[in-house]
């Protein structure tokens, strides 16, 4: 049986390998160095008590927690404190430089203290996902640079009297990644501090969505079953990879596709429907998966081979294996019978 491959990787039906996209990625908004200080220290853990890093890729509906310190997490012991004038807390998410205007935040959720005396707040949950306004979706859908954390106010979060954030840097789409905020020192008696703000314009390089296939032909094993007296020819092909290596805003998943000929010999035909293909997922990207299984007898095609959903993976590269099976119907002429298979990947 011969084996052949075609690529047809692109987005919005272009037929391309690779997908080229120049220049950084941008903002939807500049940072604004007219914000406010943070009244203390902030850091995101995720609820499984896991500690975020600048590093991290956090999802817009991720269920993260504000925390005062970047260790000890699991000893619940550390608190936000607000001003004493405070009447109420809010989770607020703002344009940079508009944290104390809470008529220009983008959203905002009721917090609660947890001593309302002592002004404290344990462990907020700061989803933006979670709170509330008008302007939170194209937030989400074009992104930019925000801060998120708490704002200490009067009863309607009319007035702002202090706030404890967060820098965020939204994707477009909702993921994010942060900067952890540490209050400026106390400059000594006499002595005076100032702030520098540093930025960079952080690139991806464009990437690729590629597969291979180690062979162009493979010639099955053939016997005569013995229950059930027809011939049956095996085989398989491993080492299939597919790799995406696209920069994170290109990278949408895969579909890896499959369509058979019909077997032929001379002018004797075996329909393709009896031409089986199992597909092992043998290692690699989590987010991919096998199709399930086309049985001899039964199988369809075009059909599915394999697939992998959105998402950046620590491992870009999926590795496959296909078990094959023609079983000839009774009847069918003796001869040697050649068909093609052939693999065909598509970015979604």
Excluded: C
């Excluded at 007296?229 to 890896?256: H, N, P, Y």
């Excluded at 369809?300 to 000839?328: H, N």
């Amino acid at each position: 049986m011969k084996i052949s491959r075609k690529v047809k990787a692109g987005l919005a039906g272009a037929l391309a390998v690779a997908i080229v996209a120049g220049g950084a990625v941008s903002s939807a908004s500049a940072a604004d160095t007219s914000a406010p200080p943070s009244l203390e220290a902030m850091y995101l853990w995720n609820n499984d008590e896991t500690f975020l890093t600048n590093t991290s890729v956090i999802g817009w509906g991720q269920q993260v927690l504000g925390y005062p310190k970047d260790t000890n997490f699991t000893d619940y012991d550390a608190y936000f404190t607000g001003t004493p004038n405070a009447q109420a807390v809010y989770v607020f998410l703002s344009p940079r430089g508009d944290e104390l205007d809470p008529t220009k935040w983008v959203s905002k959720a009721i917090n609660g203290f947890a001593d309302p005396a002592a002004k404290t707040v344990l462990t907020p949950n700061l989803a933006p996902e979670n709170t509330a306004g008008v302007n939170l979706a194209a937030a989400k859908a074009n992104g930019g640079q925000f801060s998120l954390g708490l704002a200490y106010t009067d009863g309607n979060a009319a007035a702002v009297y202090g706030v404890t954030f967060v820098h965020i840097t939204v994707q477009p789409g909702g993921n994010y990644t942060y900067e952890p905020t540490v209050p400026a020192a106390t400059p000594p008696a006499g002595g005076q501090s100032k702030d520098i703000d540093i930025s960079a314009t952080v690139q991806e390089a464009p990437g690729s969505l590629t597969f291979t296939v180690p062979t162009t032909s493979v010639t099955l094993a053939t016997a005569i079953n013995a229950t059930t007296q027809l011939s049956e020819s095996t085989g398989s092909i491993s080492g299939i990879e597919v790799s995406d290596t696209r920069r994170t805003a290109d990278r949408k998943g895969w579909d890896l596709t499959q369509s058979v000929a019909n077997f032929t010999s001379g002018g004797n035909t075996i329909d393709k429907k009896n031409f089986g293909v199992a597909v092992t997922k043998t290692g690699g990207a989590a987010a991919a998966s096998a199709a399930a299984p086309q049985v001899a007898g039964s199988a369809t095609y075009p059909s599915p081979f394999a697939s992998s959903t959105a998402g950046v993976s620590t491992e870009p590269t999926t590795q496959l294996k296909a078990d094959l099976k023609l079983v000839a119907p009774a009847g069918t002429p003796a001869g040697t019978y050649t068909s093609k298979l052939t693999l065909t990947l598509v970015s979604k």
